[in-house]
């Protein structure tokens, strides 16, 4: 299924059920339950993506442990909450990726005196230090 996005609303619920070894009645339920949320199509048949089916196989998995419902649910809901993050985790990424490309050399930094990070505008430079430092050893203490 090249091109196709997981979350293309494709199958009809008999064959979501027979593709996630269900019974149409248990999608129906799991409907009700807010635990898969299937496509509706303008006459309100329900549409189910190859999500949702990978999706209801967890479902059975989890079940099949001895997870309740209640707990399916939350489960579902962190790992949407996680694969969410993660996604946006990549956008920014390559709009950083983006930005660093398109402006190179745009940031420049110097260490202050305390040793902290000092951002500079472009094209300026930090001012030159002359000062002398002289170093002498105290008589206390050895090297």
Do not use: C
């Not at 196709?4 to 009645?25: C, K, R, T, Y």
């Not at 993050?85 to 398109?102: C, F, Q, S, Y």
């Not at 230090?129 to 170093?135: A, G, Q, S």
Request: aromatic fraction near 4%; hydrophobic fraction near 40%.
């Amino acid at each position: 299924m090249d091109g196709v996005d997981e979350n293309s609303p494709l199958f009809a619920i008999a064959v979501a059920a027979e593709l996630a070894g269900m019974h149409p009645q248990t999608l129906r339920q799991y409907d009700r339950l807010g635990l898969v949320r299937p496509t509706r199509t303008a006459g309100k048949s329900r549409r189910y993506s190859m999500r949702d089916v990978v999706q209801l196989r967890e479902i059975a998995r989890l079940s099949s442990e001895g997870v309740s419902l209640e707990g399916i649910a939350r489960i579902l809901q962190l790992e949407n909450q996680v694969a969410q993050l993660g996604a946006r985790v990549r956008e920014l990424e390559g709009a950083l990726a983006d930005e660093l490309l398109n402006r190179p050399g745009r940031r420049v930094f110097a260490a202050g005196v305390e040793g902290e990070v000092i951002s500079l505008k472009h094209g300026t430079r930090t001012q030159r230090r002359t000062e002398l430092v002289v170093w002498t050893p105290r008589p206390d203490v050895e090297l």
